[in-house]
Structures are given as C-alpha cells and as structure tokens.
C-alpha cells in the first residue's frame, strides 16, 4: 500500500522559514504528479505547489516567489520537499503532501484528482 509521510511543520514568526517533507513509500508509477496542498477549518483545501514527473513545477499565486518545490535525487525521487520562505500569517495551515498517476508534464491542481494523501503538517506562523 502506497503510505505519503509528511513532516516539517512547526511554529514561525512572519518573514520565516520552513521546509516540509513528504516521503512516499511503494509507489512504483513512472509518470506522476506530487504537489503540496493546504487546509483550514472551514475553508477548502487549496492546491499551493506542484511537481511533475518531469520536472515541471507549478505554484498557486499566492505563494509563487516565496515558496520553491522540489524533489530528492535520482536516487530518492519520491521525496517532496516545500521550502517556504517569507511566511505570513495567511500561510498558517494544515499542510498535505498528494500524488497522483499518470502525469509527465502538466499537472492537475484539484484536490479531488489525487490518489493518495499524507497524514499533513501544521504550519503556524504568528505576526
């Protein structure tokens, strides 16, 4: 069974730093999408970063010059990683790392077309 392991979450004032995790475990797809995604209660789950498996990136508006999302080496591709730099308090958050199959170059950014989901990671970031 596929298993996403988010981690990197924390508590940070304005104008800092963070940098998320997501390790994804048995999944053996070649083309694929995996993207960061964010939830507050009460509110819908926003796409934030996107990574193809070919290397295409794609960030939401609100965070496009502030975050950058990457993944590990040739070796460990399957790591996600989401450095947010510049936090403000609007990027206080549940954060969760998704994949999705069958995607080499564009990826989708609604929340419903991905297949697996990590646990998420609380970001908090105070003024």
């Known amino acids: 069974q596929v298993q996403l392991v988010d981690s990197g979450g924390g508590s940070v004032q304005t104008g800092g730093s963070l940098r998320l995790s997501c390790a994804a475990s048995?999944?053996?797809?070649?083309?694929?999408?995996m993207g960061w995604f964010r939830q507050v209660p009460g509110k819908e789950r926003e796409g934030v970063a996107f990574?193809?498996?070919?290397?295409?990136?794609?960030?939401a508006d609100s965070v496009k010059g502030r975050f950058t999302i990457s993944r590990g080496n040739a070796k460990n591709p399957l790591v996600l990683y989401l450095l947010m730099n510049s936090l403000k308090p609007e990027d206080s958050s549940m954060y969760y790392c998704?994949?999705?199959?069958?995607?080499?170059?564009?990826?989708?950014?609604?929340?419903?077309?991905?297949?697996?989901w990590g646990q998420g990671t609380q970001v908090t970031v105070s003024s």
């Open positions: 998704a994949v999705v199959s069958g995607f080499w170059y564009s990826c989708p950014t609604e929340d419903v077309r991905y297949d697996y």
């Open positions: 048995r999944y053996t797809e070649s083309w694929y999408c």
């Open positions: 990574m193809s498996s070919g290397g295409r990136t794609f960030y």
